[in-house]
């Protein structure tokens, strides 16, 4: 398999597992409520995951912060986990799935 297939099932692997973190406000997972952004697994094994809250001052954020790093990190797909909190672009509803 090349390494392009590999990292990107490293990818999918993290994104089916932080289907498993709930936002507290809305009661569905962060990935169907489209606040994760993107997902990268470097060569060194780092997975960097770009996400966003409903809201800036969301006072659910360190949680959802806290519980996406360890989801992914339970996955033994990454050896580290970087969470990056970004407002650009700001989250609205249609950024939820069906």
Known sequence: MSAV???????AEIRHALRGV?????????????????????????AVIDMTTTTRGCPATQYLVDAVRERALDTAVAGDVEVRLTYDPPWSPDMMSA
């Open 22 to 46: 709930i936002d507290p406000e809305i009661g569905l997972s962060v990935v169907d409520v489209g606040l994760i952004y993107n997902i990268h697994v470097g060569a060194d094994g780092t």
């Open 5 to 11: 297939l590999d990292l990107s099932s490293k990818e």
